[in-house]
Structures are given as C-alpha cells and as structure tokens.
C-alpha cells in the first residue's frame, strides 16, 4: 500500500495503519511519528527506511567516508627534472615570479 494521509499526528497514523490488518513491513521515514504509531498499530511488524531517506543517508555516509580518507589536494610529482625558474612557478604562493614570468614571455 503507497498512500498519502492528511495528518502527520501518530495517533491518526496509528488509526489509518489500523484499518490495514495484514501488514507486516513498514516503510517510512525517520520521524518518531511515524514509528510510534507503526508500532501502536502493528507491533510485530518490520520497519524499514524508505527509498529516499535510505539513499541519502547512504549518500552522506559515503560523502563522510571520502572526505576522511581522501585529502582534499592531492599533489602529484614531477616525473621530470625541471629548472628552478619553472620550479617556483610551480609554487602557487609565489604570484610575483609568475606575473613577471608571463610578462616576459608576452613580449
């Protein structure tokens, strides 16, 4: 059964749900409403997250996970010698070497 009821309050919850007897899994999102009035209603039955709050919680664990494990600048070296001029230039804190560089190559 997919439905969308006009309250939010647990009781009326518990009493719609009621009218159902054969459930036995329950759906639903992770408020303690709806819980509670699954379980006023149907005591043995399994609660279960529902598809879009089980995918974003699924969804911020991972985010959490790559952001621990991964760092956010990864720095790859240099394969081969390279002169000192381009060296610095590499170094993103040195903007003075690099505005002077371009503007002699422009020229």
Excluded: C
């Excluded at 759906?27 to 303690?32: F, I, M, N, V």
């Excluded at 089980?54 to 494990?69: C, D, F, M, Q, T």
């Excluded at 040195?94 to 002077?100: E, G, K, S």
Aim: glycine letters at 2%; aromatic letters at 8%.
């Amino acid at each position: 059964i997919i439905a969308l009821i006009p309250s939010r309050e647990a009781i009326d919850v518990s009493r719609w749900l009621a009218t159902f007897p054969n459930i036995q899994v329950v759906s639903r999102d992770g408020a303690s409403t709806y819980s509670s009035a699954a379980t006023d209603s149907h005591p043995e039955a399994v609660q279960v997250s529902d598809r879009f709050h089980l995918i974003k919680g699924l969804s911020e664990a991972i985010n959490k996970y790559i952001i621990r494990e991964f760092p956010a600048r990864v720095e790859i070296p240099l394969a081969e010698a390279i002169s000192d001029e381009m060296a610095a230039l590499y170094n993103t804190a040195n903007r003075p070497l690099r505005i002077r560089f371009a503007h002699k190559k422009r020229k």
